[in-house]
């Protein structure tokens, strides 16, 4: 052999490049991702949106006849979101919006800046394939009758109806009564008659019955409090809701905070309520705002709701003909999730973190169930899976399944213990790199006030012998989700393409040979009530910026890690502590990728909402600037790529301006990549593939591994 082959083929099989097959961005973001899960409970019928590279479609399963259905047509990543699906009682209609809701200009999302315009619409379709989809009109909240004739939707915040009986394409609707405020949270009646809705009227909110028959409304209890989420009894006789304080003059809510609530049942008749459970501290807000369904009354005449009341999100359940605390249903240092019930009210499923057989299921999520009569809990899935989402349709559980290889799709058990039969996809793409991908590893930080911090490592090589003095030095990176009320998982997010789009991000980043830590830092999800609600975070002292700290430190204490290469990226609040980190240790951190992130905190609040949702007034700006990454511009040194949709409805895309107006008359080194019309999370995948696609040319301009300097 010639002696340049042999160092060509020692040079191969050594190379970092080479230790895993070798994929683009665009191959580990081409698998399905699935959402929108919904049933018909009495029916064995369930309905999903699949989203393949930004092509977004509706999907049916029947379990009598094992089949599944495209039931849309829609060919093209044009960022129209599929949303807010509602299968018919009988599970014959299938009912969804298309487009998102209006800006503060009044303009639907259009990100691929159509001149026509874009608009939120509802729609229906059959489920049988027997036909396209029949609009219905602008708006959104779909909800069948329970004789599945008429459909209920929200219209520029006024609740109308569209006679599904009517046999012609274009369907009539009207407006069904008339209301000072906003209506919505709409719910008919058990018995078809009725129609409850909140009124939501600024300072306060009205819980209202309109009568269809007699076209009259009952007000439920009015007073000087904002009633919410109310829910049917079996009986259609009565409502139960929630209640929390009315705002007060000047009042500025911080939204991870919390307020005290109550659960109240009323008559429908009457509109005369009584309390049937008082939280017995400021234990309202999150868990009544995060769950989908936050208040159920079921069949079996027993309230459910959620509560943070011992320190972590659970489940309880009340019976309205007795007296005495609320049973604990979900007992534990766990927090409970999504949930569903079976037609008969018995059981409930529900998705959570709980850590029994695995400490690392802190950082995903498995099925468990509950008997509502006795509160036993037994588990319905386990392993390294990620279930969600659980839906009852007839004899079976259905729920959304990823892994750490896999992406979201849609699986299904018989009840009561049936194996796992996948239903959509049954394979994924041949360019998805399944057997290249790296299953990340569970790491517990230590922050320097003595918190500990759970974080997913991504490790570029092959599983093999601990790092060593020998091992060869890579760069670091840090992943800071938003938020900041999440969570990242070992394993494909389950909530939205954003969260999904990054782990498969990491993934990639990890083959270019990085050493990538996802971070959950302090403010998030699934380790109890006092780490989301950590003193001193965000606005009120960035105390969370004492976990990105820890994670860097990590990794100069790894021996494959160069100290002096550690970059950091991440998006809306990540975006925040990433440019956080830059201005305050550029001195620590290499280079950072900031997306649509916030930048000065008590701007924010005067800018662009009444406190930014976080209460932020005149006493608290001083801390709120000192807190931002505009404090400390003058430190700044490290390159940083920018990345921002201009018509964001959750960071305005002003911050961005400002702040690279003011790096770039500094000389900081800045890149920039801006989307007209595209919104917070980007809808569309080409969007989401450019975005990756500049973070790995900047990487390696700024903070090159081995592999991605090798790179053609």
């Known amino acids: 052999m010639r002696p340049g082959l042999l160092l060509f083929l020692i040079t191969l099989i050594s190379s970092p490049s080479s230790a895993q097959p070798r994929y683009t961005i665009r191959n580990v973001l081409s698998a399905p991702y699935c959402s929108g899960l919904v049933a018909a409970p009495q029916t064995d019928r369930v309905a999903w949106v699949a989203s393949e590279e930004g092509i977004r479609n509706l999907w049916t399963h029947r ?61 229906v379709v059959p489920t049988d394939g027997s036909g396209p989809p029949l609009r219905i009109g602008s708006g959104s909240r779909p909800q069948f009758s329970p004789d599945a004739t008429k459909l209920l939707f929200s219209q520029g915040g006024q609740l109308h109806v569209a006679d599904l009986t009517a046999k012609q394409t274009n369907i009539p609707t009207n407006k069904i009564f008339s209301a000072r405020g906003r209506q919505g949270e709409a719910r008919w009646s058990p018995d078809g008659q009725k129609i409850v809705f909140t009124s939501f009227r600024g300072y306060h909110n009205f819980i209202g019955v309109y009568d269809l028959s007699r076209q009259r409304i009952t007000w439920l209890s009015p ?95 009340l019976d309205p003909t007795k007296t005495g605390p609320p049973m604990l249903l979900t007992p534990g240092t766990f927090e409970v999730e999504e949930t569903a019930l079976t037609p008969d009210g018995r059981f409930l499923y529900y998705s959570s973190n709980n850590p029994r057989f695995d400490p690392a299921d802190r950082d995903r999520r498995h099925l468990w169930r509950v008997d509502l009569t006795t509160s036993q809990n037994e588990p319905i899935t386990q392993g390294k899976g990620i279930e969600t989402d659980p839906v009852v349709a007839g004899s079976y559980i259905v729920y959304r399944s990823a892994s750490w290889n896999r992406s979201t799709g849609i699986a299904a058990r018989r009840l009561p213990d049936g194996p796992e039969t996948r239903l959509y996809p049954t394979r994924p793409p041949d360019q998805f790199p399944a057997a290249a991908l790296i299953e990340p590893k569970a790491v517990v930080l230590k922050s320097p006030d003595g918190l500990d911090i759970h974080a997913q490592l991504f490790l570029p090589h092959a599983p093999g012998p601990a790092p060593s003095a020998h091992t060869p030095r890579r760069p670091g990176l840090i992943f800071l989700h938003g938020g900041p009320i999440r969570q990242m998982l070992l394993g494909w997010h389950y909530r939205g393409s954003y969260y999904a789009n990054a782990y498969a991000m990491n993934q990639y980043l990890a083959a270019q040979g990085y050493v990538v830590l996802s971070v959950n830092f302090r403010t998030g999800i699934g380790y109890g009530k006092a780490f989301r609600r950590a003193e001193r975070q965000g606005p009120r002292g960035a105390s969370e910026y004492q976990d990105v700290l820890a994670a860097a430190r990590y990794l100069q204490g790894r021996p494959d890690v160069d100290p002096l290469k550690i970059g950091l990226w991440g998006g809306s609040y990540g975006g925040y502590l990433t440019a956080l980190a830059l201005a305050r240790n550029s001195d620590l951190f290499a280079c950072g990728i900031d997306l649509h992130g916030v930048h000065d905190w008590s701007w924010r609040g005067n800018f662009f909402s009444p406190g930014g949702g976080w209460g932020i007034g005149e006493k608290e700006a001083k801390v709120a600037f000192e807190s931002s990454p505009n404090f400390n511009l003058d430190f700044w040194r490290s390159p940083c790529l920018f990345v921002h949709g201009d018509d964001d409805r959750n960071v305005t895309f002003a911050e961005t301006v400002d702040l690279v107006q003011k790096l770039r008359e500094r000389r900081v080194p800045v890149e920039v990549l801006v989307f007209p019309d595209d919104v917070h999370s980007f809808l569309l995948h080409r969007n989401w593939v450019r975005t990756y696609e500049t973070m790995d040319q900047f990487l390696r301009k700024h903070m090159p591994s081995a592999a991605s300097r090798s790179k053609p």
């Open 63 to 123: 379990f009598s006849d094992n089949a599944s259905r495209q039931l849309t047509q829609y060919s093209a990543d044009d960022g129209q979101d599929l949303t807010e699906l509602q299968l018919s009682p009988d599970g014959s209609l299938l009912a969804y919006v298309r487009g998102g809701g209006k800006n503060g200009e009044g303009v639907s999302p259009n990100p691929t800046s159509d001149p026509a315009g874009a608009e939120q619409t509802v729609f």
């Open 223 to 317: 007073g000087v409090d904002r009633d919410q989420l109310p829910v049917w009894s079996p009986d259609s006789r009565k409502v139960a809701f929630m209640r929390v304080p009315g705002q007060r003059h000047g009042e500025l809510e911080n939204i991870m905070g919390g307020q005290p609530f109550e659960i109240r049942e009323a008559d429908a008749e009457t509109g005369e309520s009584r309390q049937l459970f008082q939280s017995p501290a400021d234990d309202g807000g999150f868990a009544q705002y995060y769950p989908a369904e936050p208040l159920r009354w079921t069949t079996s005449n027993k309230i459910v709701f959620y509560s943070e009341h011992d320190g972590w999100m659970h489940l309880y359940a």
